[in-house]
């Protein structure tokens, strides 16, 4: 990198900024004040056909204010955290507080449900990585993949590696810091022969560097996934079970977790208003988040309020168990906070798992979806309908990769009819699932 960064030293500028924003705020007669500050650098390189295409270094930093005149409210922020900065801000923030109506829901979380507990979850694990050192990883990547005999062309290599600091304070006394680290590698490649082109990738992502896959086992992973799609037909059209990749069964949890999501639903825009304590799955699947474990990708100890952040149940043996609520979306639902401001950390399945070979064999005949185009998912009415690439199966076994297709239903209808889950977990973000098997759904192909 072209600076060294010192995250302590960081940590303790920001902490230093953010009790400057607070008193200043109080000084200028904010009723309540909360302050967000964050600095993050890194390296990023990318190469294509065994060349450096970009190199780039990164440093980013931002500080962001908003005040309470009672329950009226403004924010600002800045990309400069210097003293003229932050001042101006303030001053924004405060006028901005005066002018806008009152909103019965605003303010601070409550000073009760502020976090305690604030212990170092391991999340941060500084790569001292020359930018000769990431060109020369991501090339090995790349070339391990075009070495795969099937390969005509690479879509290139890219590795990146930053760290970061964040801050929160607020005016109940509430200030935490954390440190924080993350790292990838990727590859895609292209085939072709006489039924057309075909790419896919592979990646590694991992907190600690030391955790990542060999480049190399990347790269082959790559070539791998891209060569199995030559040939690809469509499939016919019918009502067929579908099994979801992990890479993708993570994108239904997604969806899911966004019907639970209070902004949707004190907004009335959710397939799942009103639905607490009714079932939605069947009964042996659980899901949780597990915000505490120690280097996972999204651990915290607080949330973006300051809540102390716990082990949330959201599906318990198939019914809906827990929203997931910031103190506002909570106080318009007439509820309290679950510590989700900022989201979901750590999703993960509580349920039995089985191979894929035996997913698929259950199966019988059907569709092994790997790939997901669009964005046809309606989050009022759970309707979800994608183009989608991937293998057709017969009597539990691949026969021939599919593509030109689209898969439909409706999330409620899918999430009840999930008959299995397979032990392939991808860890590599947040939410860690295996493949979905799903009962039936629309496949419209030739």
Request: charged letters at 20%; a negative charge; hydrophobic letters at 40%.
């Amino acid at each position: 990198m072209a600076q060294a960064f010192d995250a302590s030293a960081q940590q303790s500028l920001l902490t230093a900024r953010a009790e400057e924003a607070l008193a200043l705020a109080k000084r200028l007669g904010a009723d309540a004040a909360e302050v967000g500050a964050s600095v993050d650098q890194g390296i990023g390189v990318s190469v294509r056909q065994g060349e450096v295409e970009t190199v780039e270094l990164s440093r980013d930093q931002g500080i962001a204010v908003t005040l309470y005149v009672g329950q009226r409210k403004g924010s600002a922020s800045s990309t400069d955290a210097s003293s003229a900065s932050i001042q101006a801000a303030v001053e924004k923030a405060l006028a901005i507080a005066r002018y806008t109506g009152e909103d019965p829901a605003a303010g601070l979380a409550d000073a009760s449900l502020m976090a305690t507990e604030l212990p170092d979850l391991e999340v941060h694990y500084p790569w001292a990585l020359t930018t000769d050192e990431a060109i020369e990883l991501a090339l090995a990547c790349e070339q391990a993949g075009r070495d795969v005999d099937g390969i005509s062309q690479s879509d290139g290599a890219s590795l990146s590696s930053g760290e970061g600091v964040r801050v929160y304070a607020n005016s109940h006394g509430f200030l935490g810091t954390q440190k924080g680290s993350s790292h990838s590698l990727s590859c895609m490649l292209i085939a072709q022969d006489a039924s057309g082109m075909q790419r896919d990738y592979d990646y590694t992502s991992a907190r600690d560097p030391k955790a990542l896959r060999d480049p190399a086992e990347v790269g082959r992973e790559a070539a791998e996934r891209t060569l199995r799609r030559l040939g690809a037909k469509r499939p016919p059209t019918g009502t067929f079970p579908v099994l979801f990749d992990p890479s993708l069964s993570s994108g239904l949890i997604g969806h899911l977790l966004s019907g639970l999501a209070g902004g949707a639903l004190y907004r009335q825009a959710s397939f799942l208003c009103d639905r607490l304590g009714t079932p939605l799955f069947p009964d042996w699947f659980s899901l949780e988040e597990r915000p505490m474990e120690i280097g996972a990708t999204a651990s915290s100890p607080f949330d973006g309020e300051g809540v102390q952040t716990r082990n949330n149940r959201f599906i318990d043996q198939g019914s809906i168990a827990s929203y997931m609520l910031s103190s506002y979306s909570a106080r318009r639902l007439s509820m309290q906070t679950t510590g989700n401001a900022g989201g979901a950390r750590n999703v993960r399945l509580v349920a039995p798992l089985q191979s894929r070979d035996s997913l698929l064999k259950e199966m019988g005949r059907g569709i092994w979806v790997t790939e997901l185009m669009g964005q046809g998912v309606n989050g009022v009415t759970g309707d979800y309908s994608r183009g989608a690439a991937g293998f057709w199966v017969e009597d539990g076994k691949v026969q021939y990769p599919i593509e030109e297709f689209t898969i439909a239903g409706n999330l409620e209808r899918m999430f009840a009819g999930l008959v299995g889950i397979g032990d392939d977990t991808d860890t590599r973000g947040s939410v860690h699932t295996g493949s979905w098997l799903i009962d039936a759904m629309t496949v419209a192909g030739d």
